[in-house]
């Protein structure tokens, strides 16, 4: 707080860990891990993995609206050896934020992304650069350690 008033921090973080505290909840009753604020952006990601290979992700982006949320799914699977991220990104859309709606439109996602084909997802070739500074078995194993916390979606 700066001179008595919020600053933006402190009304992100009073939306996720007020309005959608229950988020949590609901991730580990079905297996999702929630990544807060990555790079510091005023989202919470629930990540799980995919039967079909790669990482689902669902995108809870805060938009200044108290009963709203911006959602975004994707899908990503990282191949070293070709040093290609194989991506297919969902509509991005602004939904209600209250528990019931966002909750249904969170398991609507999740069934969308894990009916989405491999065949879908569009290749993005320029990585090499990031990932040829690592030996393959380096990279499988920041890979790994990455995903060490993801599960399987769990209805």
């Not at 909840?25 to 039967?51: G, M, N, Q, T």
């Not at 899908?75 to 019931?100: A, H, M, N, Q």
């Not at 996602?109 to 569009?122: A, G």
Request: overall charge negative; charged content about 35%; aromatic content about 16%.
């Amino acid at each position: 707080m700066v001179d008595g008033k919020k600053s933006y921090w402190d009304e992100v973080k009073q939306f996720f860990n007020g309005k959608l505290n229950w988020v949590e909840y609901f991730a580990l009753e079905h297996d999702l891990f929630v990544e807060k604020y990555y790079h510091e952006f005023p989202e919470w990601s629930l990540r799980f993995k995919i039967p079909k290979g790669g990482t689902g992700q669902i995108e809870l982006v805060y938009t200044g609206e108290i009963d709203e949320i911006e959602i975004l799914s994707s899908w990503c699977i990282d191949e070293y050896k070709e040093f290609t991220r194989y991506l297919k990104w969902g509509k991005k859309r602004i939904v209600p934020s209250s528990k019931e709606e966002l909750k249904d439109e969170i398991m609507n996602e999740i069934k969308t992304i894990t009916n989405w084909e491999r065949k879908d997802l569009t290749p993005h070739r320029d990585y090499k650069s990031i990932w040829g500074r690592y030996s393959e078995s380096e990279f499988d194993t920041m890979t790994q350690n990455a995903e060490l916390n993801l599960k399987y979606f769990k209805e």
